[in-house]
Every structure is written in structure tokens, then in C-alpha cells.
């Protein structure tokens, strides 16, 4: 009797953590918020979000992620994205040990200054941790 490949129960393996590395040039932000859509696609077939929002709260967020490190720590990143219990961890490693601080929203400077608080905002649950090569922001959004 022939048997064909086996089926495993519950989410797959690349379903609960994703991670992916990139250059850190500008075109580094469209491939991380790509990255994020794949995983956010695959995980979404055993597991789908909670709201319909949440898939683009994730995008968002990686998408600002992304934008910040090329803007302010030069350098290669890294995205890694898993699946918890009621949400999503987004980590973003970079090699600046700087920081993130709120800036103020000045429109008639051209924008900017909008995206920390958008962040706060949209996620759960917020964290920098400094550490010998850079530092990794932490980002929990409900999926």
C-alpha cells in the first residue's frame, strides 16, 4: 500500500515564526513589508485574524519599522515575525543602539515625526532592548 506524504497536525512550522534579513537600502523597506504579507498570508490559512483590520495594522507597523531603520540606522536589518497566542511579534534588529524617541508632527516641514506614535497606537505592547550589536524593537499587535 502506497502511502503519500504525511500530514502533521496543527499550524505548520513556517506558519508560527518567520525571519528574514535585509541590506538596509530603501528597497529593504518593500521587501520587509513583502516578507510580512508572505508570513501574514500563510498564517492566515490555519489561523485567520481575529479582525479584518489586523492584517494591515501589521503591515503598517513593519512598514514603519522598516522605514526608520533605513532612515536612521544605517546598515543591514532584520525582520522575524511569530505567532502567539491571541497576536503577532514583530521584532526589527538593526545596528543602532540609539533609542527611538517620539518627535513632534511638524506638517509644514514636510511631515515625519508621526510614525513612534503610530506605533504605540496600532500595537499592544511596545519594547526597545539595547543591545551589543544594535538593538531589536518589539511590537505586539492582536491577530
Known amino acids: 500500500?502506497?502511502?503519500?506524504?504525511?500530514?502533521?497536525?496543527?499550524?505548520?512550522?513556517?506558519?508560527?515564526?518567520?525571519?528574514?534579513?535585509?541590506?538596509g537600502e530603501l528597497r529593504s523597506v518593500t521587501g520587509a513589508r513583502l516578507a510580512a504579507d508572505g508570513?501574514?498570508?500563510?498564517?492566515?490559512?490555519?489561523?485567520?485574524?481575529?479582525?479584518?483590520?489586523?492584517?494591515?495594522?501589521?503591515?503598517?507597523?513593519?512598514t514603519e519599522l522598516a522605514a526608520n531603520v533605513v532612515q536612521y540606522a544605517p546598515g543591514p536589518f532584520a525582520l522575524r515575525m511569530r505567532r502567539t497566542y491571541d497576536g503577532v511579534h514583530i521584532t526589527m534588529?538593526?545596528?543602532?543602539?540609539?533609542?527611538?524617541?517620539p518627535r513632534p508632527f511638524r506638517p509644514h516641514r514636510g511631515g515625519g515625526g508621526i510614525g513612534w506614535h503610530l506605533l504605540h497606537?496600532?500595537?499592544?505592547?511596545?519594547?526597545?532592548?539595547?543591545?551589543?550589536?544594535?538593538?531589536?524593537?518589539?511590537?505586539?499587535?492582536?491577530w
Not at 500500500?1 to 541590506?23: D, Q
Not at 511596545?126 to 499587535?141: I, M, P, R, W
Request: charged share 25%.
Open 93 to 101: 534588529h538593526d545596528t543602532s543602539r540609539v533609542r527611538p524617541e
Open 121 to 142: 497606537t496600532l500595537c499592544d505592547q511596545v519594547s526597545v532592548v539595547v543591545t551589543e550589536d544594535g538593538k531589536d524593537v518589539h511590537a505586539f499587535l492582536p
Open 1 to 23: 500500500m502506497a502511502t503519500g506524504p504525511r500530514r502533521e497536525s496543527g499550524p505548520r512550522a513556517e506558519t508560527c515564526e518567520r525571519t528574514a534579513a535585509f541590506p
Open 39 to 62: 508570513y501574514l498570508a500563510d498564517l492566515a490559512r490555519t489561523s485567520p485574524p481575529a479582525s479584518p483590520e489586523s492584517w494591515d495594522d501589521i503591515l503598517l507597523v513593519v
